[in-house]
């Protein structure tokens, strides 16, 4: 059974440019949710979604930032017009179900450098 | 939504030491999990306390959660240079929300 896949693993992108980050979720598992971490720092939630819904996107930035979880195909993680301090490693995981009773399984993460 | 915070932010440790890290939240809280971090990696989810005052282990590690749910702790015993990465605990809601983590360096 695959873990959470995360692809790319490294990114490099020019001030301007745009991200795309795609994550797997494990196989049965229905809910994705984004973490942003900045180097040196702890885990910042960024987004939930279920299958073609956003649940909650409060700790997403207002601009430039989207996500979204296709009824085929992973969910992506778009960030347009990346500026330097969007640098950072983004991490994906998944859970069969919400609520407090489920782990989450992290995938690899990708690193987004911009410069 | 509920926070937690973490102390220490970080500790160093010879190795054979024992260690602690202690979450704290300042309101109760259904279940708490804890996720280690090694250098470079992913969080891996090691264990989710439910019940008051209850204690889980895990080869050279206890996990307690308090008797209010309003705090944990995670203490490794003779650590190992394995040990190394930082450890974070959170309310196992949906989503997550961590506290910054306890930054492990064991010097061997």
């Known amino acids: 059974n695959a873990g959470v896949m995360q692809n790319p693993r490294h990114l490099v992108r020019r001030r301007g440019q745009e991200a795309r980050l795609r994550c797997s979720p494990m196989?049965?598992?229905?809910?994705v949710y984004w973490y942003r971490q900045l180097p040196e720092e702890g885990l910042k939630f960024m987004v939930y979604l279920q299958k073609e819904n956003i649940i909650d996107e409060s700790g997403m930035p207002k601009e430039r930032f989207s996500a979204e979880f296709p009824k085929e195909g992973p969910s992506i993680l778009r960030i347009q017009q990346v500026v330097r301090g969007d640098s950072a490693a983004y991490f994906c995981?998944?859970?069969?179900?919400?609520?407090?009773?489920?782990?989450?399984?992290f995938g690899p993460g990708t690193r987004l450098t911009v410069l | 939504g509920q926070q937690v915070m973490q102390i220490p932010q970080y500790q160093h440790v010879q190795e054979g030491e024992d260690f602690t890290t202690y979450c704290n939240s300042s309101?109760?809280?259904?279940?708490i999990q804890w996720y280690k971090q090694r250098p470079g990696g992913h969080p891996v989810f090691l264990i989710q306390?439910?019940?008051?005052?209850e204690v889980k282990k895990q080869k050279r590690l206890t996990f307690q959660f308090g008797e209010a749910k309003k705090n944990s702790s995670l203490h490794i015993t003779a650590t190992q240079t394995t040990d190394v990465g930082t450890y974070f605990c959170g309310p196992g809601n949906t989503p997550l929300v961590f506290g910054k983590g306890t930054r492990l360096s064991v010097i061997a």
């Open positions: 995981a998944s859970s069969p179900r919400a609520g407090s009773n489920y782990e989450q399984f």
């Open positions: 309101t109760t809280l259904s279940n």
């Open positions: 306390l439910v019940k008051s005052g």
């Open positions: 196989k049965g598992h229905s809910h």
